[in-house]
């Protein structure tokens, strides 16, 4: 009896990590893809959450089992706020149209072939599954250390796990997915006196030929969004020069994924094959106060 007692409370802790609801939707989808795309996806943890799940992503590349720092590499980060439904969506249609890409003579093109992707479909996943912005109680997207924010953030372990592993390779471009205001923004985030990068024209013109596709509104999150302290977009641009953009979809119908797609394709063609050097704070922070209200 002991040993059955025991057995079972063991199956119970194994079992309790394992991806559910909504979250395993998206995991059996990735499965899925995985297993009909061999030579061009890999899927991967990149580590737990609080709850001991598994936060799941898929490498796309010519040599997928591992990454290659020889390679250019970018990463896409939908679902930091759970009630953000087609975010996921959006970061798996992106994903097939890599796949799609990779099994195409388009891979020859635009250094595809040198190039490998993570992709992250869903961060939050309690926020997810329970289809609440916060995880835990807590923004994902105000947890991270940066400009203006002595704070050392991760609060939460699945913030903790994605700044691990944004040290375990150069990424050069990121993209995160968001909903919905119709927008593409770059740093700053953060209050400042002047919230324009150094990179600002650079972003300007890749971020306008981007948004030739969907139509959003560009410009600087601080400005174009409100202003926000302890962002993934600012901390990745800040600490380690990733080219960083934030997209906040339309209304998530299937053009304004399909459209917001290409803008994606368009945008990381367009950025250097290097991060950027010259991303150090350069203006000075100020409260960000009330403006920080609103729920995108
Ligand atoms: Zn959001």
């Not at 899925?32 to 490498?59: C, M, P, Q, W, Y």
């Not at 020859?108 to 996943?125: C, K």
């Not at 560009?218 to 641009?237: N, Q």
């Amino acid at each position: 009896m002991k040993i059955a007692i025991l057995s079972f409370l063991v199956s119970v802790v194994a079992l309790a990590g394992n991806p559910t609801g909504n979250y395993k939707v998206i995991v059996d989808s990735l499965t899925k893809l995985e297993s009909s795309h061999t030579s061009v996806t890999k899927i991967f943890s990149i580590g737990t959450n609080d709850d001991g799940t598994d936060i799941f992503a898929v490498r796309v590349s010519l040599t997928p089992e591992n990454p290659d720092p020889r390679k250019v590499a970018h990463i896409v980060v939908a679902t930091h706020h759970g009630d953000e439904r087609r975010a996921p969506t959006t970061a798996m249609k992106f994903l097939q149209s890599l796949v799609d890409s990779y099994e195409s003579h388009l891979v020859f093109r635009n250094g595809l072939a040198d190039t490998e992707w993570t992709i992250v479909p869903v961060l939050n996943i309690p926020g997810y599954n329970a289809r609440l912005r916060e995880e835990h109680g807590w923004d994902p997207n105000r947890d991270y250390p940066g400009p203006c924010n002595a704070s050392p953030g991760g609060h939460l372990k699945s913030i903790r796990t994605l700044m691990e592993h944004l040290k375990t390779r150069v990424y050069t471009g990121s993209i995160t997915l968001h909903g919905y205001a119709s927008s593409m923004t770059y740093p700053w985030g953060v209050a400042l006196d002047d919230p324009h990068t150094l990179d600002d024209n650079a972003y300007t013109a890749v971020t306008s030929k981007a948004a030739e596709k969907n139509g959003y509104r560009y410009g600087t999150m601080a400005k174009v969004v409100y202003p926000a302290r302890g962002t993934y977009e600012d901390f990745v641009y800040w600490k380690y020069g990733m080219w960083s953009l934030l997209i906040e979809l339309a209304s998530g119908s299937t053009t304004d994924i399909q459209q917001t797609v290409e803008a994606m394709t368009v945008w990381f063609d367009g950025i250097d094959r290097t991060p950027s050097t010259q991303n150090a704070l350069n203006s000075h922070c100020r409260e960000a106060g009330r403006l920080d209200l609103r729920n995108e």
